[in-house]
């Protein structure tokens, strides 16, 4: 008999200053004519919520510790990369399902919903189908509902 687990994972981030150079990467996604997200990565607020809902599932500090790890020791600042290495910590156990909100003014999610779907789904190892975003523009009770920054939530279910 198999046990169904499920992870949860969170990751919010403010804007650069507006003069920075640094792209907004959203779910592996650039967004053109957006400053990025402040953090020593690219910021890919999607991908950290789904390395720190693996975190929850395994107990091994993805963003606290891999990341940072490859940030310092190898100069990587591509987040689907500490995804990839994250998923290893999942062992024998199989991903079933991600789900995935994000909280964002800007940039404009919902066109990118499907890409951003398409690419978390093969980084995974899933089908698309098997990735489920919802996106929300915020009503201007939080900074990000202002437009300061951009929240993702993630819950991921696994069998094994």
């Known amino acids: 008999m198999s046990l169904c687990r499920v992870g949860i994972g969170q990751e919010s981030l403010r804007f650069t200053d507006d003069n920075a150079s640094k792209p907004c990467v959203i779910g592996g996604v650039i967004f053109e004519g957006i400053v990025g997200l402040e953090h020593d990565s690219d910021g890919d ?8 809902a693996i975190s929850s599932l395994c107990g091994v500090p993805i963003m606290k510790g891999l990341a940072r790890d490859l940030i310092a020791k190898d100069g990587i600042t591509d987040s689907m990369v500490y995804l990839q ?4 910590y999942l062992y024998s156990n199989v991903i079933v399902h991600v ?3 994000v909280e964002a003014k800007k940039p404009p999610l919902a066109g990118k919903v499907d890409v951003i779907c398409a690419k978390v789904a ?3 190892g899933l089908h698309p189908s098997q990735v489920g975003m919802t ?7 939080t900074d990000v509902g202002c437009g300061e920054g951009v929240s ?4 991921m279910t696994i069998d094994g």
Do not use: D, E, F, P
Not at 85 to 88: A, C, I
Not at 135 to 141: A, E, F, K
């Open 152 to 155: 993702a939530l993630c819950l």
């Open 135 to 141: 996106t929300y523009g915020g009503s201007g009770l």
């Open 45 to 52: 607020v999607i991908v950290h919520a789904i390395c720190n």
């Open 99 to 101: 789900a995935l909100s």
């Open 85 to 88: 290495k994250g998923l290893v």
């Open 122 to 124: 093969h980084v995974c």
